[in-house]
């Protein structure tokens, strides 16, 4: 499918809720609950979850005072069915040069390793299920839909709000805990040079202007105000454009939802970014860096985006260079 056509399902799919599967495949990188509900027997559903016991928890519902509806107040519970990745086994500390870097993607045989203890199997398309409450659990999606494409995986895709909007639709939830499994799951290929990015591929492109950086942090980050425990400076990589997560979703009631491919090419232009040239996205640690990536890689199609996975932690820890710490006195 050309890059045009994708983007017309795409958006067709945001708009207007689309059904069709296409030659057995997926329609596109995210699909709503209406779709999944019509193709549970086609895919293999994955919640992706920062805190497992959601996995088994009920969700909770309140009485609208108004309307006398059940009105969702807490996501829980899962799709019946659903393998279950834990967010934290996912990132991992490695050794880079003389440094152990933290919060980075596991090696090709652990992370096959991780996953088929999470049941996942070969062959089926993925759908992420995230809570869907709120950008930092959909993030978590978008990370490991990240990791599983640099391992080679094609045939993936994220449910529009989470398990948020499935419940809201009200669509069945199961509470049993994912019976023990052995997926058979292994790794395509190894596609780090096409999706990640480097510390020297940051430095040439913050020195050379080869690729646009993308800062996913907060403003406050962003401007040296504040910073993480584990980043060493304050302040951004020379040349980053900040692209903050609440440029990334709308919220429709309470559940985090993805915006339409137009409007995020006109976000990243009024932001001072080129949608088609490269890009590197970066945060803190490699989290939040996931949402620049998928939105510019998967939803836009720009083939040259790529994510910084150590990000602003690798950074400071090899003492590179920050600019734009604003005084705090």
Not at 210 to 221: E, F, K, Q, V
Not at 224 to 245: C, Q
Not at 294 to 312: Q, T, V
Request: net charge positive; proline share 4%.
């Amino acid at each position: 499918m050309n890059h045009r056509i994708k983007t017309m399902v795409v958006a067709g799919w945001l708009g207007c809720g689309l059904t069709l599967v296409m030659a057995g495949t997926l329609p596109g990188p995210v699909v709503n609950t209406h779709w999944l509900a019509a193709n549970l027997d086609k895919v293999q559903v994955v919640s992706v979850l920062g805190n497992a016991k959601l996995f088994t928890t009920a969700p909770e519902f309140e009485k609208d005072a108004k309307t006398g509806k059940d009105v969702l107040s807490e996501a829980g519970g899962h799709i019946a069915g659903a393998r279950l990745i834990e967010m934290k086994p996912m990132r991992v500390e490695r050794q880079v040069g003389n440094l152990k870097v933290k919060y980075l993607i596991p090696e090709k045989a652990s992370f096959e390793k991780l996953i088929q203890n999470a049941g996942v199997d070969a062959g089926k398309p993925i759908v992420f299920v995230p809570v869907g409450a709120e950008a930092a659990d959909v993030d978590d999606a978008l990370r490991v839909y990240w990791q599983f494409k640099v391992y080679g995986e094609a045939e993936m895709a994220v449910l529009d709000g989470g398990m948020s909007a499935w419940l809201k639709d009200g669509r069945a939830v199961s509470t049993e805990a994912a019976p023990a499994k052995t997926g058979t799951w292994v790794a395509k290929a190894d596609l780090s040079a096409q999706y990640f990015a480097s510390s020297d591929d940051v430095a040439q492109a913050s020195r050379k202007g080869s690729a646009a950086l993308i800062d996913a942090r907060d403003a406050g980050n962003f401007h040296g105000l504040s910073k993480r425990d584990y980043v060493y400076a304050s302040g951004h990589i020379k040349g980053a454009k900040l692209y903050s997560t609440d440029l990334l979703f709308k919220n429709s009631g309470g559940t985090v939802k993805f915006m339409a491919p137009a409007t995020y090419t006109a976000l990243l232009s009024a932001q001072g970014i080129d949608p088609k040239m490269p890009t590197v996205s970066y945060c803190n640690s490699g989290h939040l860096a996931s949402g620049p990536w998928f939105m510019s890689s998967e939803i836009l199609g720009n083939r040259s985006a790529k994510l910084y996975d150590g990000s602003m932690h690798q950074w400071t820890l090899e003492k590179r260079d920050v600019v734009g710490a604003v005084p705090l006195k």
